[in-house]
């Protein structure tokens, strides 16, 4: 996370690579992971932990998707603990997925991770499920907290594409809507208030009226990344990009044109402290 390692992690393989020696280190997935099946899709790195979020399974019957909790104390990354995906209810309709395909590539089994700034929780996208999934970390015990918080957008695909943080208590979330044929209808990004994990816990939704796409820009969003300073930069499916820069209290970040925003003193009764 401080610019000195590169990391790889395959099905078969992780690679370590410090850029400060120029010494690259591997171990072999079938001894690292406790799943050999596990199909890794997206990490994130702290200056504790390493979590890694994919799938486990059988191509012949169902992939599940799965979180691994290593550390990163030396050069050889050890599995803590593991967390499982479970299905809201036994009726619910996630839990007629099988998944049985995610051992090959496709845009609707991409995920997302990312970790707290303070490094006790982990926020995951998982889009296939519509949800995203909200895991604290017992530190000292080096494991998840069971049972996790989620929240879902219906009976859609594409919630959770991306995830960050813009502090310790407020979430980013790109919230696609694709059909279960994944044709796209909507990208809105979310942002909540995680003492409010739920639907109550939604502070803002962009793009809205004050706050439009640029022209040119969109309307399918493919990822987006928050800096520890609070900009958001979003891809769109064109490759373009957006940046929007956070705005001081009694303005707004204007998002109207251009590639990147531009703070606007709030329109009259919009003032908000936040």
Same mark, same amino acid.
């Given at each position: 996370?401080?610019?000195?390692?590169?990391?790889?992690?395959?099905?078969?393989?992780?690679?370590?690579?410090?850029?400060?020696?120029?010494?690259?280190?591997?171990?072999?997935?079938?001894?690292?992971?406790?799943n050999?099946?596990?199909?890794?899709?997206?990490?994130d790195?702290?200056?504790?932990?390493?979590?890694?979020?994919?799938?486990?399974?059988?191509?012949?019957?169902?992939?599940?998707?799965?979180a691994f909790?290593?550390?990163?104390?030396?050069?050889?990354?050890?599995?803590?603990?593991q967390?499982?995906?479970t299905?809201?209810?036994?009726?619910?309709?996630?839990?007629?997925?099988?998944?049985?395909d995610a051992?090959s590539?496709?845009?609707?089994?991409?995920?997302?991770?990312?970790?707290?700034?303070?490094?006790?929780?982990?926020?995951?996208?998982i889009?296939?499920?519509n949800?995203?999934?909200?895991?604290?970390?017992?530190?000292?015990?080096?494991?998840?907290?069971?049972?996790?918080?989620?929240? @879902?957008? $219906?009976?859609?695909?594409?919630?959770?594409? /991306?995830?960050?943080?813009?502090? =310790?208590? +407020? &979430?980013?979330?790109? *919230?696609?809507?694709?059909?279960?044929?994944?044709?796209?209808?909507?990208?809105?990004?979310?942002?909540?208030?995680?003492?409010?994990?739920?639907?109550?816990?939604?502070?803002?939704?962009?793009?809205?009226?004050?706050?439009?796409?640029?022209?040119?820009?969109?309307?399918?969003?493919?990822?987006?990344?928050?800096?520890?300073?609070?900009?958001?930069?979003?891809?769109? @499916?064109? $490759?373009?990009?957006?940046?929007?820069?956070? /705005?001081a209290?009694?303005?707004? =970040?204007? +998002? &109207?044109?251009?590639? *990147?925003?531009?703070?606007?003193?709030?329109?009259?009764?919009?003032?908000?402290p936040?």
């Amino acid at each position: 996370p401080t610019g000195h390692f590169a990391y790889a992690f395959t099905q078969q393989f992780l690679l370590l690579y410090n850029l400060d020696t120029d010494n690259v280190s591997m171990q072999l997935g079938n001894i690292t992971w406790p799943n050999t099946s596990f199909l890794p899709h997206a990490v994130d790195i702290s200056d504790e932990f390493v979590v890694v979020l994919g799938f486990v399974g059988d191509p012949m019957t169902n992939y599940t998707p799965c979180a691994f909790l290593l550390n990163r104390s030396d050069s050889t990354l050890k599995v803590l603990d593991q967390w499982s995906y479970t299905p809201p209810t036994n009726r619910s309709w996630q839990a007629s997925l099988t998944n049985i395909d995610a051992d090959s590539y496709a845009a609707q089994y991409d995920m997302s991770v990312s970790i707290n700034p303070t490094g006790g929780q982990v926020l995951l996208g998982i889009q296939i499920t519509n949800t995203i999934v909200l895991l604290n970390i017992n530190r000292s015990a080096n494991k998840f907290i069971l049972p996790p918080q989620s929240v @879902s957008n $219906g009976q859609a695909i594409g919630m959770g594409k /991306a995830v960050g943080w813009f502090d =310790a208590n +407020t &979430s980013v979330v790109l *919230v696609n809507t694709y059909s279960f044929s994944y044709i796209w209808s909507a990208s809105r990004v979310f942002v909540y208030n995680m003492a409010l994990f739920n639907s109550s816990g939604i502070m803002s939704v962009f793009p809205n009226a004050q706050q439009p796409l640029a022209t040119g820009f969109g309307p399918i969003l493919i990822t987006l990344v928050v800096t520890v300073t609070g900009t958001v930069t979003m891809l769109d @499916s064109q $490759g373009d990009i957006s940046i929007i820069f956070p /705005a001081a209290p009694g303005s707004y =970040a204007d +998002t &109207s044109w251009g590639t *990147v925003s531009w703070a606007l003193d709030c329109i009259g009764g919009t003032f908000n402290p936040q």
